[in-house]
């Protein structure tokens, strides 16, 4: 492979316009290999010339780097000034900002170029003090009358990556149609050399920060506080003010795992820091045995997932997926839920996940939804504006159990709301399991699962679904099913048959190709729950098997 003058010259334009003098000498030794001839440096410069990074699932997502194609100073500065250029046009201009990170490599550089450049267009750019929560910029972009929030996170993407999430006023994600705007914006803008900044931006009070944490502990539920948790924040953000919040509710055994207890932007103790990843709790369930505790939680780096361990009857422990903490929750809100306050309420979750949660709404007598994946539909699910919602979840352990304050998942609050339903089990002398064998008898046995393959170049992904959707299987598991494309709605497929379910789709935050797998079976009563679910997950097992083999390809 050869350098061609359009790349070496496209280059050059980038190092011109950009304003960070050590992105610039990054991007100027990888361009000086190219020129002398190296063929993994010209690889390489192709690939961090070839576009910029595009809003997707979350935001703005990849490698920290330099060149378009990575998170880094340029980049970030044009992102701040296509929205600022939004935010006038829209009527915001002067408004109100607040700007967020995580503890990752870069991010504290990247919140204050975003910072000045809001400075820098007459916005009122307020800065969180230190690496936070993601789910409390969204928190306090609502309760301030905010224009907007920035979050300077990559959640739980490997330590190479850093991100760029973008909160409307009412505290949600920005929708796709806002993305595409902004992108149009980003792309008519001045190079970031020339976009004006300025260091009059200010910083959030801890008591404001504060009022998250007040509110956050008020949603306990019940009398119980008998609990002993182990706790992980992943090397993320979110320890410190989970123990916090868990205490002012009345929770206050709460053992960190030592080893991942503080932010850690290597992440040393994962291969990658999403509790969903093989390997990823071991060192949380293994503290929860040692202190035998009643609950393991599991958050992500910035604290916006929640995943859930309990004790299996063998003595064990084992995580819950996300589907089974899902219906535990929405099933938890809806028999507690003061129907004065929401007379109508609406739960939703995504069409990837358990189809459980269906029932369980309407066991209840609330409405139900199905959105595509991600929060910025499940936050408007129903009428397009979320009227009525009190909950929602998505099977990657994503969880918003108080829309009116946080409108996106927020790890904090949904191990508020676990903590307080494990508590109540224990004072019945119940457990978590227990309560998921009752909704399994009363609605079902739905278990699920998820096969992914993780791509090094891009144009696999478009490459495996042109196959998918040009030769689907009739049969999975022994079992005819249809084919469904999903298209122009999202980029998927959906094969279904009695009681086999199997979406697929690309990952909108990894390089990665998801199928998501169900398989529900009715259950006579509790006598006949062991062996229904046995042979449901033996199916599962079938049914996963054949997945992989058709995305092996």
Known sequence: MKLVTELRDKAFRWLADDPDAGDKAELQQVLARAMGGDETAVAELEDRMSGELTFGTAGLRGPERAG??????????????????????????????????????????????????????GFDARVLPGPLPTPILSFLTRGTAAVAGIQITASHNPPADNGYKVYLSDGAQISPAEANVIE??????????????????????????????????????????????????????????????????????????????????????????NPEEPGATDLLLATASDVDADLAIALDPDADRCALGVRSPDGGWRMLRGDETGVLLGDYILSTLDRMTHPDPLVATTIVSSSMLGSVAAAHGARYDETLTGFKWLVRAGDGHGTGLVYAYEEALGHCVDPDSVRDKDGISAAVLACSLAASLKA??????????????????????????????????????????????????????????????????????????????????????????????????????????????????????EVAALLAG
């Open 184 to 273: 149009a914006a980003i792309r008519g803008g001045a190079a970031a050399v020339s976009v004006p900044r300025s260091d009059t931006y200010t910083t959030v009070s801890s008591s404001e920060v504060d009022t998250y944490a007040t509110h956050v502990a008020a949603l306990a539920r019940g009398d119980s506080r008998d609990l002993t948790v182990a706790l992980t924040p992943m090397h993320g953000v979110g320890g410190a003010t989970a123990v916090d919040v868990l205490a002012r509710a009345g929770f206050t055994d709460v053992h960190l795992v030592a080893p991942q207890a503080e932010p850690d932007p290597a992440f040393p103790t994962v291969s990658f820091p």
């Open 68 to 121: 378009p194609n990575g998170m880094n100073t340029a980049v970030v500065v044009r992102a701040t000034a296509g929205i600022a250029a939004w935010l006038r046009a829209q009527g915001h201009a002067g408004g109100v900002v607040m700007v967020g990170r995580d503890a990752r490599h870069g991010s504290a550089k990247f919140a204050e170029a975003v910072a000045s450049v809001l400075a820098g267009a």
């Open 428 to 545: 019945a002398g119940r457990t978590v399991l227990d309560a998921l064998d009752d909704l399994a008898v009363a609605h079902g046995v739905h278990v699920t699962d998820q096969v992914s393959v993780r791509v090094t170049d891009l144009a696999r992904i478009g490459q495996l679904m042109a196959r998918l959707r040009s030769a689907p299987p009739s049969s999975i598991a022994g079992v005819a099913v249809t084919a469904e494309d999903l298209l122009p709605r999202t980029d998927g497929l959906r094969w279904s048959g009695e009681g086999v379910r199997v979406v697929v789709r690309p990952s909108g935050t990894e390089p990665k190709v998801k199928a998501y797998l169900q398989v529900k079976a009715p259950v006579a009563d509790a006598s006949a729950l062991a062996d229904v679910r046995s042979a449901a997950t033996e199916k599962l097992a079938s049914v996963r098997d």
